[in-house]
């Protein structure tokens, strides 16, 4: 019983991931290059230690960006605003932490509780329209993801920008104490190269601790039961004495405040300010990873990181003179086949539960004849 | 905006009520004339009514329109489309692409079979096999950019004057047409500088000077909507389909069949706004022209209230502003002040009504728009690039009451699930 549950579970990932991977080789094909090539250039360029630690600094924004869509997908609530939600997170953490002087954690405490403020308060303006006036929240967080655009566009070019030499538009650089401390020693301790141009984040701590947040409130606490049956069965969890609006209206800030915190690993790492060339979509590839790895921690732990590996991978792509963008199809392809193949996994399960108990019945029925 | 506009379809002793309502939009558009006219008498500007502004604003609009368009058919039919911008940018690659390749009009074609693929992908995924049709929209968004970039760093990087982010210049263009003897005679009263006429004439001007086919094309795809959706068998099943998929199935409508063509048109009208951006606006593809242009179509389709004339209406409207950024940014600062007007006229209206909490939430914001218009000098364009989604929010929060989208919009229906 325990193994068909694990197969079944891992049944839909594996194969939308096998099937996009296949998906990719025949656009390959089509193009006049050698997929099994290209996919082998990948894997190589992938087991190095520079590679690895590339491949961490993608996962972890995408892991948290994932952790806020999964937190409004338990109710059936949908956030696609993480994107607008994190960046304006962002800049306005830049912002305050160029702004002020501070001993150092206390510093790096208040940047993230501002990237947690602003971005519950974005996704807050969705949630109170769900719950006041009846917005549904997918067109909602669409307009406010665009709306939060604009605001970035006009604030950094306004108010929040510092004089520079270069015409790319930043908050200035945060001082070091603000920034938190890479994690080479993770693999130099192993007795690996130290990376070249490229670090462990800092903030791989704080997406660890995340993680296991997320896991704790969600099937640990009384609010994570309420949030998962208001998902499950909405008119039961109100007669069970849940107040839907309350519900939605945490949840959308919750999953607003996570948000906040994807762009921080940027901010508070290598980059050390928000700037015009701030990397953009990790919202939207969160939806996927979510997806992929069905809300649980360590699923999308894994669908994060195999995100991150194939976006480094694609940089070999280029050298080898084959367009890097093929990853970005076979990440698009994923999203949908990883939905279609759980829908039919549903399906499957389904049909065998309910012969299963027909046949109990049948078993059940012929034992009474019988006696 | 009274409920004559709400439901074509109830209404029933047409030949009184349509006159009225023809009268009133008469009405309406004198009003907002000499609104416009007066306003930028005031504000000192004459790019509010020039032909320059109206012809640009029919040509940004037209994307939004066929966009728009293109949610309604697939709303209506009970699917929602998120995946729009992503058929966008479909239209505007294999617009250019065909377009370099074999001329303008093979680019429409293909733009809009570009943009029909996507709407089949999305079709296959949320038709067949049920899944959550906002997850296949987005994941339609992600494909289509991907993909797209993809296409252009194969075709167009080797030796084609084009790049990974842009294509060669189209051959050709999509003719244009003047409408003799009016389109000059209109021009010389535009000149004249006369109050309201010479402004009207610009309006009118704008909208017969130098217009191309495809422009044509874009409008006329409004009444044809509303006569195929309205007035034939075909468009109740559809839209019956969108309203309740279980009765429908009872009556034998073929409910899968008629999700398909919602969705592959919308797809196709999508990818026709797409193709529309390149082969009139830009003459080439560039990676992000669509420009969220997707998802303000899909505000028109809301703002519209999913009928052809409102999506129309919204269209138009989001093009305006679009378009006035675009030529005098200083001419949006004087839209300021017509706001600060409509809303006080619409308190006095609400007053009159004796609903007095509107009149008065209607007033304070009439008075900090006309303080906004007289204590600055002009309106950073963010505002304005920002202002079909804010327009967007509020008339969902504001007029949600009056908002009627089809009933089963969004749900995933399994064959013979009523059975």
Not at chain 1, 203 to 232: D, H, K, N, P
Not at chain 2, 94 to 120: E, H, K, R
Not at chain 2, 310 to 328: I, K, M, N, T
């Amino acid at each position: 019983m325990k193994v068909s549950k694990i197969f079944f579970s891992l049944l839909a990932p594996v194969s939308a991931i096998i099937f996009s991977l296949g998906v990719g080789a025949i656009v390959l094909l089509i193009v006049g290059i050698n997929p099994l090539d290209a996919y082998g250039q990948m894997v190589s360029f992938s087991a190095d230690s520079t590679s690895f630690a590339s491949s961490i600094n993608k996962a972890v924004p995408l892991y948290v960006s994932a952790v806020a869509v999964a937190i409004g997908f338990q109710m059936n609530l949908f956030n696609i605003g993480v994107e607008g939600q994190y960046l304006i997170a962002a800049m306005f953490a830049g912002w305050v932490g160029t702004n002020v002087v501070l001993w150092g954690p206390l510093h790096i405490t208040v940047i993230i509780l501002t990237a947690v403020i602003v971005g519950a308060i974005w996704a807050g303006i969705a949630g109170a329209l769900k719950v006041t006036r009846g917005v549904n929240e997918v067109i909602s967080t669409i307009m406010l993801n665009f709306i939060a655009f604009s605001a970035i566009a006009y604030l950094l070019a306004n108010t929040f920008s510092v004089e520079s030499e270069s015409l790319n538009l930043s908050t200035g650089k945060l001082p070091d104490s603000a920034l938190l401390p890479n994690l080479n020693f993770l693999i130099t301790m192993f007795g690996f190269n130290e990376p070249r141009g490229i670090e462990i984040p800092g903030f791989l701590v704080i997406a660890i601790l995340l993680g296991i947040a997320y896991y704790v409130l969600v099937w640990r606490t009384r609010f994570g039961f309420e949030l998962r049956i208001s998902g499950m069965n909405p008119g039961s969890a109100r007669m069970a004495g849940v107040n839907p609006k309350k519900m939605v209206f945490y949840t959308m800030l919750l999953s607003g405040g996570v948000a906040g915190l994807i762009g921080l690993s940027t901010l508070m790492g290598k980059l050390g300010a928000y700037t015009q060339d701030f990397p953009r979509g990790i919202g939207f590839t969160g939806i996927a990873v979510a997806l992929l790895g069905r809300n649980h921690p360590v699923g999308m732990a894994l669908g994060a990181l195999l995100f991150g590996v194939m976006d480094r991978a694609a940089l070999v792509l280029k050298l080898e003179g084959i367009p890097e963008e093929i990853v970005v199809i076979i990440q698009g392809v994923i999203v949908l086949a990883v939905v279609v193949a759980y829908e039919i996994v549903g399906r499957i399960v389904a049909a065998r539960e309910v012969t299963a108990a027909a046949e109990a019945l049948k078993a059940s029925n012929g034992a009474e004849v019988a006696a | 905006m009274t409920t004559t506009t709400r439901e074509p379809m109830v209404e029933m002793d047409g030949g009184k009520q349509k006159w009225s309502k023809w009268g009133l939009m008469l009405v309406i558009f004198l009003v907002s004339m000499i609104g416009l006219s007066a306003i930028q008498e005031i504000a000192g500007t004459s790019q509010l009514t020039s032909s320059g502004t109206w012809g640009a604003a029919l040509r940004l609009t037209v994307p939004i329109l066929l966009a728009g368009l293109g949610g309604l058919y697939s709303e209506r039919a009970g699917v929602v489309n998120i995946g729009l911008e992503g058929m966008m940018i479909a239209g505007t690659w294999f617009g250019a692409w065909a377009g370099w390749q074999f001329g303008p009009w093979w680019g429409v074609a293909f733009g809009i079979l570009g943009g029909a693929f996507f709407g089949l992908i999305h079709a296959v995924a949320t038709v067949t096999f049920g899944v959550d049709q906002i997850v296949s929209g987005v994941a339609i968004n992600l494909l289509a950019a991907g993909a797209m970039r993809f296409l252009s760093v194969v075709t167009y990087t080797i030796g084609s004057g084009g790049g990974a982010t842009q294509s060669p210049r189209i051959q050709g263009f999509i003719q244009t047409f003047d409408i003799p003897l009016l389109s000059p005679f209109l021009q010389s009263i535009e000149d004249k500088e006369w109050f309201f006429f010479s402004d009207t004439a610009g309006m009118l001007g704008g909208f017969t000077t130098n217009v191309s086919w495809l422009t044509v094309i874009g409008l006329l795809a409004v009444p044809i909507t509303t006569w195929l959706l309205w007035k034939t068998a075909w468009g109740l099943r559809l839209r019956s389909v969108g309203e309740n998929p279980w009765a429908a199935e009872s009556l034998g409508v073929p409910v899968m069949r008629m999700k398909y063509w919602g969705v592959v048109i919308s797809g196709a009208l999508s990818g026709l706004g797409g193709a529309y951006l390149v082969l009139v606006q830009a003459g080439i593809y560039r990676e992000g022209q669509t420009g969220g242009r997707g998802f303000i179509g899909l505000g028109a389709l809301i703002f519209g209230n999913w009928i052809p004339s409102g999506v129309l209406a919204g269209a138009g409207l989001f093009g305006y502003a679009d378009a006035l950024r675009l030529r005098q940014a200083s001419a949006v600062h004087a839209l300021l002040l017509l706001i600060a007007v409509l809303l006080a006229a619409f308190a006095l209206w609400k007053l009159y009504q004796k609903s007095y909490t509107a009149a008065v939430s209607m007033g304070v914001f009439a008075i900090l728009f006309y303080l906004w218009w007289a204590l600055t000098d002009e309106v950073a364009t963010e505002v304005v690039t920002a202002t079909p989604y804010i327009a967007t929010l509020l008339v969902l929060s504001l007029a949600s009451q009056r908002l009627r989208m089809p009933a089963a919009d969004g749900i995933p229906y399994r064959k013979g699930e009523a059975h």
